[in-house]
């Protein structure tokens, strides 16, 4: 079954609002990664979180580590057309490194 | 660099029919993985591999073959196509495990009648 569970499946928003998804893990992850899809592309890497609690910023968006590394959230400020896209974020399963899986991703529509 | 190139970028299979996506990176990078992307199911492991020589499986391994006979080279092997493998595959390499930055080809639309 899948390792990582994220929510919402679907978010609409409208320009300007803000914008959160959510990953969670029944186990503790060394790290987290999110990656960004663009309609019709291939995933792009955003960022990965390493320690428990640790917060980055990346201009309109923050991400966090939950403090038993066992969550994480994504949250984008403020909304625009070019944030449009599926959100996924990664997690390498136990001990074995070469495992990464993936939640099933946030698709984020913005309507102007 | 051209990062991680995959051939075809669009197939139509028959069922039954065998056929090799494939993989290449120029980055010298260790790790190189497949993935299936499923309208609502997100990206599930098919196989990865750690370096030339090894791999493994990963979550839906079930009709697809691989071998990592070189560094820059992780082809995928269906060995006799279903309409359930119809789906978007990516290929994504990073320098030495899961634990890295992937980066991922521009994948392969494959449809199985």
């Known amino acids: 079954g899948q390792q990582v569970m994220q929510i919402p499946q679907y978010q609409h928003v409208q320009e300007g609002e803000d914008f959160t998804t959510y990953c969670n893990s029944s186990?503790?992850?060394?790290?987290i990664q999110w990656y960004k899809q663009r309609p019709g592309g291939h995933p792009v890497f955003l960022i990965q979180l390493v320690k428990s609690g640790e917060v980055k910023k990346q201009k309109r968006l923050t991400f966090q580590f939950g403090e038993a590394k066992k969550n994480s959230s994504l949250h984008i400020t403020a909304t625009q057309t070019t944030d449009v896209g599926t959100y996924f974020c990664a997690g390498p399963r136990g001990s074995t490194l070469g495992r990464l899986y993936f939640g099933r991703g946030t698709q984020l529509t913005v309507w102007p | 660099n051209a990062g991680v190139t995959q051939t075809p970028k669009f197939q139509v299979l028959k069922t039954g029919q065998s056929m090799t996506l494939q993989c290449a990176q120029d980055?010298?990078?260790?790790?190189m993985s497949w993935y299936r992307q499923d309208p609502g199911m997100g990206l599930r492991l098919i196989h990865y591999?750690?370096?030339?020589?090894?791999?493994d499986q990963g979550e839906v391994p079930n009709g697809y073959n691989v071998s990592r006979s070189t560094t820059e080279d992780f082809p995928l092997r269906l060995l006799s196509a279903a309409p359930s493998q119809t789906s978007v595959y990516f290929c994504?390499?990073?320098?030495?495990?899961?634990?890295?930055?992937?980066?991922f080809g521009p994948g392969t639309r494959l449809t199985v009648l």
């Open positions: 980055m010298n990078h260790e790790y």
């Open positions: 591999s750690v370096g030339a020589g090894i791999t």
């Open positions: 994504a390499s990073s320098k030495t495990s899961g634990d890295n930055e992937q980066f």
């Open positions: 186990t503790t992850l060394s790290n």
